[in-house]
Nanobody, 126 residues
Framework: QVQLVESGGGLVQTGGSLRLSCAAS????????MAWFRQAPGKEREFVAA????????YYADSVKGRFTISKDNAKNTMYLHMNSLKPEDTAVYYC???????????????????WGQGTQVTVSS
């Protein structure tokens, strides 16, 4: 059974930065693409960023492009999301997720991911 545990969320002012981490259990972390999604109150879960199984390809939602950076350390079974220039509209619960299939690049829809973390709250004050 795969477990994903997010950490690093918190309260930050507009323009601030945070780094989210997603620690994964299991020995096949390097075989799977990973992604970050977020969900704000009253809204659907939305794609934020994805990274390929080997970390060589990344893809971002337009709303975070140039501000967020996704990375993956296969030796540590950990994925990161560096968030800079945060805005109030970035406020949401952030979830990490593991691709349903191996060896893929950057799937972008929730149904392509089968394991999810419990989420970590990010709040950006204005």
């Amino acid at each position: 059974q795969v477990q994903l545990v997010e950490s690093g969320g918190g309260l930050v002012q507009t323009g601030g930065s945070l780094r989210l981490s997603c620690a994964a259990s299991g020995r096949t972390f390097s075989n799977f693409a990973m992604a970050w999604f977020r969900q704000a109150p009253g809204k659907e879960r939305e794609f934020v960023a994805a990274i390929s199984y080997n970390g060589g390809t990344t893809y971002y939602a337009d709303s975070v492009k140039g501000r967020f950076t996704i990375s993956k350390d296969n030796a540590k079974n950990t994925m990161y999301l560096h968030m800079n220039s945060l805005k109030p509209e970035d406020t949401a619960v952030y979830y990490c997720a593991r691709d349903r299939y191996t060896w893929r690049r950057t799937p972008m829809t929730p149904d392509e991911y089968d394991y999810w973390g419990q989420g970590t709250q990010v709040t950006v004050s204005s």
